[in-house]
């Protein structure tokens, strides 16, 4: 669960729990999600369905958490105090490079807590002053939510594809995108598309990668037609490798890319999707 802290200290539990963003990775989540989104205090469920998610592993887990910890710039991720939250709240908390705080039992505020160690023989108090704070709870210290009190909110969160083709304004026209579509089918590929090219009505708004989208980090992302706006290329900078096709030889998107090739995109897209069609 990942909530954000509230700027007093003031009913730090309470406040904390009125914030609660619940992240939910479930195979087959429907059933569980509308359980979540009743439950008192959580104020917003996200969702991601993958078929590397089914067996729960904390290193498929880990990518996921980050993005949307990023995405969303949330200041506390814990967990239940389970081998499962043992095993994935150490993995996020050493690639945010901030100090994980384990078996909390009680929360004195959004920095202060209260936690168990020597098998329990010892109750101490810590306050954390990490940007993020990362820690697992003892769920049997606290009482349940009423799992019938709320009314969150459902929204779906990017999927960690390997690979990731977008189009920007330079494909002129929604019907152009059928040609990074196409691209896209071959190399089974997830799409996403630039601000300029959600805001021409060239794609719908949950397709655009970027400050005010989503956030994606594939092994490969090709950039069609998109020239680099920083708001673009703060959110796919991450990727492993990164293609960039366009005819302007001083676009930004050049200075990020691993590859790029300077030709027309309506005359190399349909050329490399024939070649991989007749792979």
């Known amino acids: ?6 700027p007093s200290a003031e009913r ?7 914030r609660a963003h619940w992240p939910g990775a479930a195979p087959n ?12 205090g959580v104020a917003k469920v996200l969702v991601a369905q993958h078929d590397v998610y089914k067996g729960f592993l904390a290193e498929e887990l880990t990518p996921l958490v980050l993005a949307t910890q990023k995405q969303f710039n ?43 160690i020597y098998a329990g023989n010892v109750i101490c108090t810590v306050q954390c002053d990490e940007g ?17 009190a709320g009314s969150a909110s459902v929204e779906k969160i990017e999927q960690n594809a390997k690979v990731v ?13 059928k040609l990074l579509y196409d691209l896209a089918d071959q190399l089974h590929a997830a799409v996403g598309a630039s601000h300029a090219a959600v805001d021409a009505g060239f794609v719908p708004n949950d397709l655009q990668v ?14 069609m037609g998109i020239s680099g706006a920083i708001q673009h290329l703060a959110w796919m900078k991450d990727s492993k490798t990164i293609v960039a096709i366009n ?3 001083e676009a930004p998107i050049f200075q990020v890319a691993d590859c790029g090739l300077v030709a027309d995109l309506f005359q190399a897209v349909p050329e490399v999707t024939e070649l991989l069609k007749k792979k």
Request: aromatic content about 6%; proline content about 5%; overall charge positive.
């Open 247 to 249: 005819k302007d030889t």
């Open 29 to 40: 989540e429907a059933v569980i999600v509308q359980e979540l989104s009743k439950v008192q």
């Open 165 to 177: 083709v977008s189009g920007g304004r330079g494909l002129k026209a929604v019907q152009n995108f």
């Open 1 to 6: 669960m990942a909530v954000r802290s509230q």
């Open 132 to 148: 993020v704070k990362v820690f697992s709870v003892c769920g049997t210290s606290f009482e349940a939510a009423p799992p019938s």
């Open 210 to 223: 970027g400050q005010t989208g989503k956030i994606v980090a594939p092994e490969l992302y090709i950039a």
């Open 74 to 116: 949330y200041t506390h991720i814990c967990s239940g105090a389970s081998a499962f939250g043992k095993n994935l709240i150490p993995r996020v908390a050493a690639k945010l490079d901030v100090a994980p705080i384990s078996d909390i039992i009680e929360i004195k505020s959004p920095d202060t807590f209260v936690r168990t």
């Open 12 to 18: 730090g539990k309470e406040r904390a729990a009125e």
